[in-house]
C-alpha cells in the first residue's frame, strides 16, 4: 500500500492540480491513496471553498483521496466552525501553512485549532521551510506543547534546514518528517539510520503539483532499505498517524 | 550539457553533507552516465573551511579531467590574504571563477571586504558563483547588490533562490543584467515558471552533485532525469543546459 502523505488540488499561484490528473497520476505510479489538501488561496483565505472542494474530491474518489481540512488561525471561533463543517463531510487531517496564513507557530493563534485536532485525533501537517517561515525547530517546540497531538514536518525544511530535521525529530516523538525533496543519499538515509528516529517517522510524499510525483516516488523506491522500513515510509507512517487499517 | 553546480568530494573539514570519498574518474562516470559534458566543480571543504590548501586540491582534482571539469575555489573574504589567494587561485592553480557561501562561511555579501575579491576575480576574466535561497545572509536580492556593486563581472545565483527565495531570485536576475539564474536544488514547479519568464539566456542548471553517500550520486543523476517531468521546451531545455552555460564560460 502506498499513501501520498501530502498533495494539494485546485489553483495555485503558479501551478494547479485537479483531482481527475491526481487520480490519473496515482494510477500510472501505483499510489494506492492520497491526502490532499486544498490549494494556496483557500488555506490563505478561502478556507471554506477549500475544505468543499477536498472533501467533495475524497467523498467522489472511491476512498482513495483522503481530505485535510485547512482553515486560517486568525479567524478565531469562525476557524473552529470551519473545521467542524470540514470534519462533518469527511476530513480526516488537518493542514497548517504559517506562511501563507501569516502567522507564527509559536504565537497562540494555533492553540484552539490544535486542541480541535486532538479532540478529533487528527494529525496535524505544518508546512516547513527556511526563515521567517516554520523551521523545523519551532515546530519541535510547538510540539513539545501539544505532546497529544501528533505533527507532521512537511518538506522536512528544504532545502537549508534538512540539517534541522534530525533534532528536531529527536526531539519532538510525536513529530514525523516527509520525503519530498529530499535524496535518501544525503538526507534520508540518516535519518532512517538513526536509532532516535528511524523510517517509521518518515512519511512519503509527492507534495504535488510542486514537483515531479514520479520522481518523488522514484527516489524513495531507489532508497535502499529493508521491506520492513519501505513499507513503513511509504504507507506505514501516516497510516499509523491516521489510524487507517492497510 | 553543462552542470553548472557540482562538488568535489569533501577530503578534510566537512562535519553535514560529507558524502562519499570518489576520485576525478569516478566522478567522470557519474558525468558519462548523466550525459554531463562539463561540470563546474566548486570547493567543497572550502565551504566549510576556505583554505589555500582546500583550493590546491580542489585544482588537483579537476587537473585529472581539464577538458571536463571547471574549478572555482573558495577564500575567506575577511582574511588579510583573500586577495592574494584569490589572485593565486585564478593564476596559479587555474580555476575560473570564486564560490561564496555567505551564511556557512559567516559573511554579508554587503561587505566591503568583498570588493577587492571580486575586482580580482574579473580582472581573470572569472566569475563568482554564490549560495543563495537561504536568510539571513544568503538571499538572491542580497547577492544582486554585489553583482550591482561589479558591473562587469558575472554572478551566478547558485540555487535559483531555492524554495522560499526563488521568486526573488527571478525578480533580482530581472533588474541586473550581469546577475544569472543556477536552477539546482530549486523545486520543479518554481525552475519551470523561472524558465518561461526569465531573460532565457540567463538561465543555467546544476545538480550539487559531489555530497551523495554514494560515488555515483544517485540524487544528482535522479536531478538530471527529474528535467524531463519539468514541462519545458526543448529550446528552454538547450538554453539552460547548453547555450548560456556554454555561453557564459566562454574561453574562461
Ligand atoms: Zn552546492
Keep these: ?246 | 550539457m553543462i552542470d553548472f553546480h557540482t562538488h568535489t568530494p569533501a577530503w578534510r573539514s566537512a562535519s553535514w553533507l560529507a558524502g562519499a570519498a570518489f576520485d576525478a574518474d569516478e566522478f567522470i562516470s557519474f558525468m558519462d552516465d548523466s550525459g554531463v559534458d562539463r561540470a563546474v566543480v566548486l570547493s567543497h571543504d572550502g565551504l566549510f573551511d576556505p583554505s589555500s590548501q582546500a583550493n590546491d586540491e580542489l585544482a588537483a582534482f579537476v587537473a585529472r579531467h581539464p577538458q571536463r571539469m571547471i574549478g572555482f575555489g573558495s577564500v575567506s573574504p575577511r582574511r588579510p590574504d583573500a586577495v592574494v589567494e584569490t589572485e593565486r587561485m585564478m593564476s596559479v592553480l587555474g580555476l575560473r571563477g570564486i564560490k561564496l557561501h555567505p551564511w556557512l562561511q559567516g559573511f554579508s555579501l554587503h561587505e566591503a571586504a568583498l570588493d577587492p575579491i571580486c575586482e580580482t576575480v574579473q580582472a581573470a576574466g572569472g566569475i563568482v558563483v554564490s549560495h543563495d535561497g537561504t536568510p539571513p545572509y544568503s538571499t538572491p536580492a542580497q547577492i544582486a547588490a554585489l553583482a550591482r556593486r561589479h558591473p562587469e563581472l558575472p554572478v551566478v545565483l547558485g540555487h535559483g533562490g531555492l524554495h522560499d527565495c526563488w521568486r526573488e531570485a527571478l525578480a533580482a536576475v530581472a533588474q541586473t543584467p550581469n546577475l544569472y539564474l543556477c536552477i539546482c536544488g530549486t523545486p520543479p514547479y518554481a525552475a519551470r515558471y523561472i524558465l518561461e519568464h526569465a531573460p532565457q539566456h540567463r538561465v543555467l542548471f546544476g545538480t550539487d552533485a559531489g555530497l551523495s553517500d554514494k560515488p555515483s550520486q544517485d540524487y544528482a543523476a535522479a536531478r538530471v532525469r527529474e528535467i524531463a517531468g519539468w514541462g519545458i521546451t526543448a529550446d528552454q531545455r538547450q538554453a539552460m543546459l547548453v547555450d548560456n552555460p556554454q555561453r557564459l564560460l566562454g574561453g574562461r
Design chain 1, 1 to 246: 500500500m502506498i499513501i501520498d502523505g501530502h498533495v494539494r488540488i485546485g489553483q495555485g499561484r503558479e501551478v494547479e492540480l485537479t483531482a481527475d490528473t491526481l487520480l490519473d497520476t496515482m494510477d500510472r505510479l501505483g499510489i494506492d491513496r492520497a491526502l490532499v489538501a486544498p490549494d494556496e488561496a483557500a488555506i490563505a483565505y478561502h478556507n471554506r471553498r477549500g475544505n468543499d472542494a477536498v472533501t467533495a474530491a475524497a467523498a467522489s474518489s472511491g476512498g482513495r483521496l483522503l481530505a485535510y481540512a485547512v482553515a486560517n488561525p486568525w479567524r478565531g471561533r469562525d476557524a473552529l466552525d470551519e473545521l467542524d463543517r470540514a470534519a462533518d463531510r469527511g476530513a480526516v487531517a488537518l493542514a497548517v501553512d504559517p506562511v501563507l496564513q501569516g502567522f507564527d507557530l509559536l504565537d497562540g493563534l494555533l492553540v484552539p485549532l490544535l486542541e480541535f485536532a486532538a479532540a478529533r485525533h487528527w494529525p496535524v501537517y505544518v508546512r516547513t521551510g527556511t526563515p521567517p517561515t516554520a523551521l523545523p525547530m519551532p515546530l519541535a517546540l510547538l510540539a513539545g506543547q501539544h505532546p497529544e497531538v501528533r505533527f507532521v514536518m512537511g518538506r522536512s525544511g528544504a532545502t537549508d534546514f534538512w540539517i534541522d530535521a534530525g533534532p528536531a525529530l529527536r526531539q519532538a516523538p510525536n513529530l514525523v518528517g516527509d520525503t519530498c525533496y529530499a535524496p535518501w543519499d544525503t538526507v534520508l538515509a540518516a535519518l532512517a539510520a538513526d536509532p532516535e528516529i528511524g523510517a517509521n517517522r518518515l512519511m512519503f510524499s509527492t507534495d504535488a503539483p510542486y514537483t515531479v510525483s514520479a520522481t518523488e516516488l522514484e527516489r524513495v523506491t531507489d532508497w535502499p532499505l529493508t521491506q520492513a522500513e519501505r513499507l513503513a515510509v511509504l504507507g506505514g507512517t501516516v497510516a499509523a498517524l491516521l489510524g487507517l487499517q492497510i
